[in-house]
């Protein structure tokens, strides 16, 4: 069977700390620490979410999570300009790294999809922007079922729209806890470590792969 591909998009193929630029127009040297608990508070939402069964909108998670980081000091956001951080994570830039590694797995000949926490049409706006859209099949949004990665239900679900066997499949993610979450079922992962600094959790469960640039993992998981 075709080896099918499911790529984690928030920090895998799209770049989180895009935002960046516009941040240091509202917060200046501190933007990248804005940037940062943004992004994990965002995660952290998501996990609470779940385990709660009190599915929102990925969507719903950033606004809150920006709400939250703008309650610290030095961080109070007028709601124009929450509001102006909210549409800019409609267009974040795709890492330099994704079109020639997408290239490299088209012509291998893997089935592509994208799978992610957000929305199908906000992950489909944001493919769309980053002009990569065309290399997935579809869009498969943890929407579909209300639950959250690292949920099992999230990996069982992409496998069946993709008509994939576990043992067929990989996950893609610059996330630890996706890579986890989809071994846990049964598939293959690859890490993507896209910063020295980042280690991977010390747990029974270990990437298949880890690489360092997408133009690595059509070669690594041949």
Same mark, same amino acid.
């Given at each position: 069977m075709t080896t099918t591909?499911?790529?984690?998009?928030?920090?895998?193929?799209?770049?989180?700390?895009?935002?960046?630029?516009?941040?240091?127009?509202?917060?200046?040297?501190?933007a990248?620490?804005?940037?940062?608990?943004?992004?994990?508070?965002?995660?952290?939402?998501?996990?609470?979410?779940?385990?709660?069964?009190?599915?929102?909108?990925?969507?719903v998670c950033v606004r809150q999570a920006l709400d939250f980081v703008c309650l610290s000091p030095g961080f109070n956001l007028s709601d124009p300009e929450k509001q102006s951080l909210m549409d800019s994570y409609r267009t974040l830039p795709a890492f330099p790294d994704v079109k020639t590694g997408l290239d490299d797995v088209k012509q291998a000949g893997f089935?592509?999809?994208? @799978?992610?926490?957000?929305? &199908?049409?906000? /992950? %489909?706006?944001l493919l769309e922007h980053a002009g990569i859209d065309d290399y997935f099949i579809d869009v498969v949004s943890v929407d579909e079922i209300k639950t959250f990665k690292p949920d099992p239900a999230v990996y069982l679900h992409?496998?069946?729209?993709?008509?994939?066997?576990?043992?067929?499949?990989?996950?893609?993610?610059?996330?630890? @806890?996706?890579?986890?979450? &989809?071994?846990? /079922? %049964?598939?293959?992962?690859?890490?993507?470590?896209?910063?020295?600094?980042?280690?991977?959790?010390?747990?029974?469960?270990q990437p298949t792969v880890t690489i360092t640039t997408l133009t690595e993992l059509a070669g690594a998981i041949k």
């Open positions: 591909l499911a790529f984690d998009i928030y920090g895998t193929l799209i770049d989180t700390d895009g935002v960046t630029d516009a941040l240091e127009l509202l917060v200046a040297e501190r990248g620490e804005f940037s940062r608990r943004w992004r994990e508070k965002q995660l952290e939402y998501s996990f609470r979410r779940g385990l709660m069964h009190d599915y929102q909108e990925f969507a089935r592509s999809y994208a @799978f992610s926490n957000g929305s &199908a049409a906000a /992950v %489909g706006g992409f496998l069946e729209r993709a008509g994939a066997r576990p043992q067929d499949a990989w996950l893609i993610s610059g996330n630890p @806890f996706d890579v986890v979450g &989809a071994l846990s /079922v %049964g598939m293959r992962a690859a890490w993507v470590q896209r910063s020295n600094g980042t280690v991977f959790d010390p747990w029974e469960l």
